[in-house]
């Protein structure tokens, strides 16, 4: 076995960078112990020099690099960033059809391990996994494998990891899998649901491929079987009235998706979608506790703002920490700021005043300077906070 301390790695890494042709014999005599100093004492990565591992696996095929890697320990040492980036490059070397080793799933999954691994995530190494991931087409080829992870379900455990590599790549250009969105398994649906949501956001193209599950995921909506799917079916929604407003418009008239009741949608949708396919809502709505993330919603659009109908005792009405959203939405355009304390000018009178909150503090310092902004002055001066 090699020496392998910190002094005698950096002697190697300069010989192989004058002389590449002596990289694939010092390889198969390096790694293994490299990767025992490693396994046996995780401090003992710092003796190893960033950039030795690529140029020592540089001439290996995958197949080689195997010979002399367990499974096992290629896990470790993609956890490992001056290992990481010599073993990333021997997974995106991999051909399609060497997926259907054993071996070659055994380094897919240490690679999705990481993926669902929040202290990986910090280390900002994800994009250029999920990219390697990619060029492996881990979506078209990996999928009809045996169980990624041990615990949970098969379909969990791929959907968490193709939802990360959705939202982080944000350039996925593989086949994907669709599956129904219902499950008897909520955890399962929720992933799903999620699944779907980042998918039409990431691909809109493949909207139309979807239908099935847009179909399952109103009909789930409209029966509220499971409360919990609520937030990411409307993300469905959502991202649908984004990436194909007509497709969620032709799937809102069939199964009234969108309507007075449903107050959180109507506070997430887009509302250039409202004012094009819906400018009916709005005047039926009614400012209440429960209405007003809508209202904050609507009023951000100008031709919608004209919509709302309110009073000046239903506003009043309202707790401080509601009234402030809904002002700042309504004056954070100058035309609609105008329009709003014109009509509102009375109501308006205290709000600026000191509470102590900090969070309410902040809320009015955003009123105050959207009222700047667009030139307009209450007529009374806000009393400043003694205490400060």
């Given at each position: 076995m090699p020496n392998v301390d910190e002094e005698s790695l950096n002697s190697l890494l300069a010989r192989l960078t004058s002389y590449p042709e002596e990289r694939h014999a010092a390889a198969k005599q390096y790694m293994p112990a490299i990767l025992d100093l490693v396994s046996s004492d995780p401090s003992g990565v710092d003796a190893v020099p960033e950039g030795l591992v690529p140029i020592l696996l540089e001439e290996c095929s995958l197949q080689e690099v195997l010979?002399?890697?367990?499974?096992?320990m290629f896990e470790l040492g993609l956890q490992m960033p001056?290992?990481?980036?010599?073993?990333?490059?021997?997974?995106?070397?991999?051909?399609?059809p060497d997926l259907e080793n054993i071996e070659?799933?055994?380094?897919i999954q240490a690679a999705l391990f990481l993926l669902t691994d929040p202290s990986f995530h910090s280390v900002g190494k994800v994009e250029k996994l999920a990219e390697r991931l990619n060029q492996l087409k881990v979506l078209q080829d990996f999928i009809p494998f045996e169980p990624l992870f041990s615990g949970g379900s098969v379909l969990q455990s791929r959907l968490m990891a193709l939802n990360i590599l959705l939202t982080r790549s944000g350039n996925l250009k593989t086949?994907?899998?669709?599956?129904?969105?219902?499950?008897?398994?909520?955890?399962?649906?929720?992933?799903?649901?999620?699944?779907?949501?980042?998918l039409i956001q990431a691909s809109p193209p493949v909207v139309h491929l979807l239908d099935g599950v847009l179909h399952d995921a109103a009909k789930l909506f409209k029966s509220q079987i499971e409360p919990l799917l609520t937030n990411p079916l409307e993300q469905i929604f959502v991202n649908?009235?984004?990436a194909d407003p007509q497709a969620f418009s032709d799937l809102d008239k069939r199964y009234k998706i969108t309507d007075v009741d449903t107050v959180t949608l109507l506070a997430r949708l887009p509302p250039v979608y409202i004012r094009t396919y819906h400018s009916d809502l709005p005047g039926q709505l009614v400012l209440s506790s429960r209405t007003v993330p809508a209202f904050c919603n609507l009023a951000t659009d100008?031709?919608?703002?004209?919509l709302l109908q309110f009073t000046s005792s239903q506003l009043s009405g309202l707790s401080l920490d509601m009234r402030l959203?809904?002002?700042i939405a309504c004056t954070n355009d100058r035309k609609t700021a105008q329009r709003f304390v014109g009509r509102?000018?009375?109501?308006?009178?205290?709000?600026?005043?000191?509470?102590?909150?900090?969070?309410?503090?902040?809320?009015?310092?955003?009123l105050e300077f959207n009222l700047r902004k667009a030139g307009i002055s209450l007529g009374f001066t806000r009393v400043t906070d003694s205490t400060k």
């Open positions: 010979q002399f890697i367990p499974p096992q001056t290992l990481q980036g010599g073993l990333l490059d021997q997974l995106a070397k991999a051909a399609s070659i799933t055994n380094l086949e994907f899998a669709i599956w129904p969105l219902k499950s008897a398994d909520v955890l399962d649906s929720l992933v799903r649901a999620e699944y779907y949501a980042n649908l009235a984004r100008d031709s919608l703002f004209d959203p809904l002002m509102f000018h009375r109501t308006m009178q205290g709000v600026l005043e000191p509470s102590g909150v900090p969070d309410i503090a902040a809320m009015q310092n955003q």
